[in-house]
T-cell receptor, first 116, second 118 residues
Framework: AQTVTQSQPEMSVQEAETVTLSCTYDTSESDYYLFWYKQPPSRQMILVIRQEAYKQQNATENRFSVNFQKAAKSFSLKISDSQLGDAAMYFCAYRRSIQGAQKLVFGQGTRLTINP | GAVVSQHPSRVICKSGTSVKIECRSLDFQATTMFWYRQFPKQSLMLMATSNEGSKATYEQGVEKDKFLINHASLTLSTLTVTSAHPEDSSFYIC??????????????FGPGTRLTVL
């Protein structure tokens, strides 16, 4: 079974600085999807970024980028120019790429605090 | 982007009563919907997967007779908590994957429903 591990329960960063959230996963499959979701205090889960394992290029969405290391099974999220609105729980998630197998496996989450 | 709504956002009920939570995909057709439960400061726990027109698939340890799931249309799934007890109090979240504008590879989440059982 696949597992996702986020080893940082809490992180904090100064506003405007850069922070990196860690995520590792375990799988025997070669093709899959990886996601980062953000859950602010409203508790609405928001997709931040997604990565397809067969793509070597790291995904980027504005200030958010990932460092996808397939061999190391690592998928870290970098937030540049941190803003107060980035404060939230961040969840890393894995999904198999097999048709119909759409369950997400979530990590434990990392609570990110932005210091003004 | 793809929008998923949930209703109600909050519900308080007495022990022993049943509560229905609705999950709707507003701008796409959801072939599959998921129901999660989240305890405070914890991750999401998948309860069940529902496909339109077929019976839901429940995760191990989830009582199917207690948490009834119906996915009668491509835009609506419901979760009914039957004979609710205080230990059922939690935050319930649905998500949807589907056709149309939404990516078929990505789950889009509803805003959640906070259930309190007195």
């Amino acid at each position: 079974a696949q597992t996702v591990t986020q080893s940082q329960p809490e992180m904090s960063v100064q506003e405007a600085e850069t922070v990196t959230l860690s995520c590792t996963y375990d799988t025997s499959e070669s093709d899959y999807y990886l996601f980062w979701y953000k859950q602010p205090p409203s508790r609405q889960m928001i997709l931040v970024i997604r990565q397809e394992a067969y793509k070597q290029q790291n995904a980027t969405e504005n200030r958010f980028s990932v460092n996808f290391q397939k061999a190391a099974k690592s998928f870290s999220l970098k937030i540049s120019d941190s803003q107060l609105g980035d404060a939230a729980m961040y969840f890393c998630a894995y999904r198999r790429s097999i048709q119909g197998a759409q369950k997400l496996v979530f990590g434990q989450g990392t609570r990110l605090t932005i210091n003004p | 982007g793809a929008v998923v709504s949930q209703h109600p956002s909050r519900v308080i009920c007495k022990s022993g009563t049943s509560v229905k939570i609705e999950c709707r995909s507003l701008d796409f057709q959801a072939t599959t919907m998921f129901w999660y439960r989240q305890f405070p400061k914890q991750s999401l726990m998948l309860m069940a997967t529902s496909n339109e027109g077929s019976k839901a698939t429940y995760e191990q340890g989830v009582e199917k007779d207690k948490f009834l799931i119906n996915h009668a249309s491509l835009t609506l799934s419901t979760l009914t908590v039957t004979s609710a007890h205080p230990e059922d109090s939690s935050f319930y979240i649905c998500s949807a994957v589907g056709l149309g504008r939404a990516s078929t590879d990505t789950q889009y989440f509803g805003p959640g429903t906070r259930l309190t059982v007195l």
